[in-house]
């Protein structure tokens, strides 16, 4: 069975601060790759999606960028945090665009 | 631009009663509608999802109705339990990306 692993859980770092987000998935091949930001009562907002290694769509300009050095490796980095890039981050996978499933997510808080 | 929408933030439901969540999109190339069940500092669970071909799919008790003419999509849960009170996401799917609402925050009371 398929399972996707992110890491760290919670996070917290002073604003400036370099971010590092890893998300791993297990069980499939060449599967798509989602980075989301759910800001505190807000929806799920897209931020980098990518088809397959090398691969990243930029859905919102930003200081933060993304990278897939892997088949299942999706990394989202910064490298100077903003107050504004509190949220929830998730990372996500699906195959035929048809199911996409979510990891456990991140707790970012920038101080 | 918001391409999938849920405008009601909140629901509140007695227990046993019918839960109705709505979502409408504006995209006429979506081709798949998911809905996703989130906890609090969770990951979004995959609920059910519904194909552009088919107006109804049902899951024990949770029912998706889509209407392509009104770009509408509905989630029925019946009968609604305090395990359900979540915040719901509907999403909707085209080529490589999938588009979410802001979600509705499900209540049910005991």
Redesign the interface.
């Known amino acids: 069975s398929q399972t996707i692993h992110q890491w760290p859980a919670t996070l917290v770092q002073p604003v400036g601060s370099p971010l590092s987000l890893e998300c791993t998935v297990e069980g499939t091949s060449n599967p798509n790759l989602y980075w989301y930001r759910q800001a505190a009562g807000r929806g799920l907002q897209l931020l980098f999606y990518s088809v397959g290694i090398g691969q990243i769509s930029s859905e919102v300009p930003q200081n933060l960028s993304a990278s897939r050095p892997q088949d299942r490796q999706f990394i989202l980095s910064s490298k100077k945090l903003l107050l504004s890039d509190s949220g929830f981050y998730l990372c996500a996978w699906s195959v035929r665009v048809r199911e996409q499933y979510f990891g456990p997510g991140t707790r970012l808080t920038v101080t | 631009d918001q391409q999938v929408k849920?405008n009601s933030p909140s629901l509140s439901v007695q227990e046993g009663r019918i839960s109705i969540l709505n979502c409408d999109y504006t995209n006429s190339m979506f081709d798949?509608f998911?809905w996703?069940k989130k906890y609090p500092?969770?990951?979004?669970?995959?609920l059910i999802?519904i194909s552009s071909i088919k107006d109804k799919n049902e899951d024990g008790r949770f029912t998706v109705f889509l209407n392509k003419s009104a770009k509408h999509l509905s989630l029925h849960i019946v009968p609604s339990q305090p395990g359900d009170s979540a915040v719901y996401?509907c999403?909707a799917?085209?080529?490589?990306?999938?588009?979410?609402?802001?979600?509705t925050s499900l209540t049910v009371i005991p």
């Open positions: 849920q798949y998911l996703y500092a969770e990951g979004p669970t995959f999802s996401f999403a799917s085209a080529a490589d990306q999938f588009y979410f609402g802001t979600g």
